[in-house]
């Protein structure tokens, strides 16, 4: 044993005997919470926090002397899109309390990265995927390219010098299957920069770069290079919405939406005949009840495109009773990890929350944290599927948002309602609230200026939280993203550090890409 683990178990020891005896600072307080009283029992005594302390240390020096060495066979990506620090935190209330751990901040190793763009302090979904994903950073609003393709650009993002492959290609180069999974479409920002090369994120179909007066016969949009294209074509599971980027105008989806295409392909079943013309067994879905009916066991390529735009919200999934038809995120990775399992070399996938972000774009507090609280289910369900021996699994988040905690609430107060303090005005404020956005409309009036808020409004789902500046939708914010780690080489992701980083650093870990070393 080392002189420091004798000495921390030492340090231990005498802490314990002056601890009091036995587990009853471990128990809740039956006494009815009142202000100003401490929420348990067993925290108002030091030697609870003195022992928590202890644990944490042997923690560390458990991790640290089984430090992984041996190269990761899988590697996942979790992406929490817009999933902040501020996010997290409100999210264990969410959970229950303040001390409550979101699942993956149980992981080893936490880090932080550098979010900006090279042309913006405060980045966008798309330059971020190709920095993560790429591990390059590029311009606002390009994906898969260097910044010397500017925005909008009908050409540049086709000249090789200025493409940047992602980490899943690098997966594909060394006989590894790849895959995306995601709440939003699989051409959007996050999911595009795993196999995509464009000047602009929002070239999803062949009718958008018409209008931005390009050729789409030499622009390309996204969901063709995802079916056309070598890295897209060949992932073998995609998995989220988007549907209509697929289809023709002139069609219907399974349940009567319309196509966004101009060009009169069905890319869908372009996609299942590229697959039977290399003799795969495919299968293509749209609901849950086809995803389940799927023999997961012995599916070569999984495509499954679950909603003409993107999928519900998780709280709104379970309180419309649509989880018997929308599948969750958790149930779209457990169906990708069974499909890239049957790789012997082993799989990258990518798996976005999406709509974290979208909820904060329209300052729905509580919706974004519901789907961070089903995003840590789908990283759990990750785990419990593969090994810490030979899988990596990453989680990050692309950028932040603005979004605080503010007010000194007690303890046990829901985190999305009100703080039980008033402003200088006498009027009651919510624990959340944001910089700007359109939440500014809801909370303020000319005549009355800050709107009197009561426990009932906050409770509603579609109320948006406070915001101090008006905006049609909330900005991202410039915060460092968290980073967590666990598995081969999860040590590697301690530290701030540039989010070009990451994709490096997961490429090292598994010995594929630009980044391997013939002895791992």
């Not at 067994?281 to 389940?292: C, D, E, F, P, Q």
């Not at 679950?306 to 999928?311: D, E, G, K, P, V």
């Not at 000194?408 to 008033?422: A, H, M």
């Amino acid at each position: 044993m080392s002189v420091l683990r004798l000495l921390v178990l030492s340090l231990s020891l005498v802490l314990l005997g002056q601890s009091v005896q036995g587990d009853e600072y471990h128990q809740r307080s039956n006494i009815p919470i009142e202000p100003h009283a401490v929420y348990y029992d067993y925290e108002g005594k030091a030697a609870y926090w003195q022992e928590q302390a202890q644990d944490t240390i042997l923690a560390k020096l458990a991790a640290a002397d089984a430090a992984h060495t041996k190269k990761a066979k899988n590697v996942i990506l979790f992406l929490g899109d817009g999933m902040s620090v501020h996010t997290v935190v409100a999210t264990r209330n969410h959970l229950g309390d303040s001390a409550k751990q979101v699942y993956f901040e149980q992981f080893p190793t936490t880090g932080f990265a550098k979010t900006y763009c090279v042309d913006r302090q405060v980045a966008d979904s798309a330059c971020t995927s190709t920095a993560y994903l790429g591990g390059v950073k590029g311009n606002y609003g390009t994906i898969g390219v260097n910044a010397n393709v500017p925005r909008y650009s009908c050409d540049e993002a086709f000249k090789s010098e200025n493409q940047v492959d992602s980490i899943a290609k690098w997966a594909q180069d060394a006989g590894k299957s790849a895959g995306i999974v995601t709440t939003t479409h699989v051409t959007h920002a996050s999911p595009a920069g795993a196999f995509a090369h464009t000047s602009d994120r929002y070239w999803e179909n062949d009718a958008e770069v018409a209008a931005a007066n390009c050729n789409p016969e030499e622009t390309i949009d996204i969901a063709r290079q995802l079916v056309d294209w070598p890295t897209g074509k060949g992932l073998k599971v995609i998995l989220g919405g988007g549907k209509r980027n697929f289809l023709n105008t002139t069609v219907n989806d399974e349940v009567g939406h319309h196509g966004h295409r101009t060009d009169g392909r069905n890319l869908i079943q372009d996609w299942l005949a590229d697959k039977k013309q290399q003799n795969a067994s495919a299968s293509y879905v749209w609901s849950r009840k086809g995803l389940s009916l799927v023999d997961l066991d012995n599916t070569d390529y999984l495509l499954g495109l679950f909603a003409t735009s993107h999928l519900p919200y998780d709280g709104d999934r379970v309180r419309g009773h649509s989880e018997l038809a929308d599948p969750s995120l958790a149930e779209l990775t457990e169906a990708a990890i069974k499909v890239l399992q049957r790789n012997e070399n082993g799989f990258f996938l990518f798996v976005e929350g999406a709509r974290i972000d979208m909820a904060h774009h329209s300052n729905y507090a509580r919706r974004s944290l519901e789907d961070t609280a089903a995003f840590a289910e789908a990283v759990a369900k990750a785990r419990e599927m593969t090994s810490d021996e030979d899988t990596l699994i990453v989680v990050t988040a692309d950028h932040a948002h603005v979004l605080t905690v503010n007010g000194y609430p007690e303890r046990n107060k829901d985190i999305t309602g009100l703080t039980g303090n008033t402003g200088e005005d006498g009027r009651p404020y919510t624990i959340l609230s944001y910089a700007n956005g359109p939440g500014f409309y809801q909370s303020f009036s000319k005549a009355e200026g800050r709107n009197v808020l009561t426990t009932k409004t906050t409770e509603n789902v579609n109320f948006r939280y406070s915001a101090s500046i008006p905006l049609s939708t909330e900005t991202h914010g410039g915060d460092d993203a968290p980073v967590y780690a666990t598995g081969p080489y999860s040590q590697f992701f301690s530290g701030t550090y540039e989010q070009t980083n990451i994709p490096a650093l997961m490429a090292r870990a598994a010995n594929i890409g630009p980044y391997a070393d013939v002895e791992p």
